[in-house]
């Protein structure tokens, strides 16, 4: 089985962590969830078709991922419709 590595759907803008996802998670587990988003593996986010995500970029909606850290901590990574900035925040912090 061959498995293509697809490139980045969009751009991520200015990310930015908040202090509670920094204080929980580490680099590691926020570069793997950004390398993911990137390409469109929105994770536990429940969007599982490129056409749905197309569509609400041509809609202008902010794409939104949810992951799980290697200590078991859930947080989101939402990247804004103009794609100037994305957040990795944990759920309590929106």
Known sequence: MYQLDVGPMFRLGQVVVTDQATAQ?????VMFALRR???????DAGVCDRRQFRRARLDGC???SAYR?????????ITEADQNRTTVLLPEDF
């Open 25 to 29: 998670l580490t680099l590691d587990d």
């Open 37 to 43: 988003h990137v390409r469109g593996d929105w994770g």
């Open 62 to 64: 902010r794409v939104l």
């Open 69 to 77: 850290a290697a200590n078991g901590t859930r947080f989101w990574v």
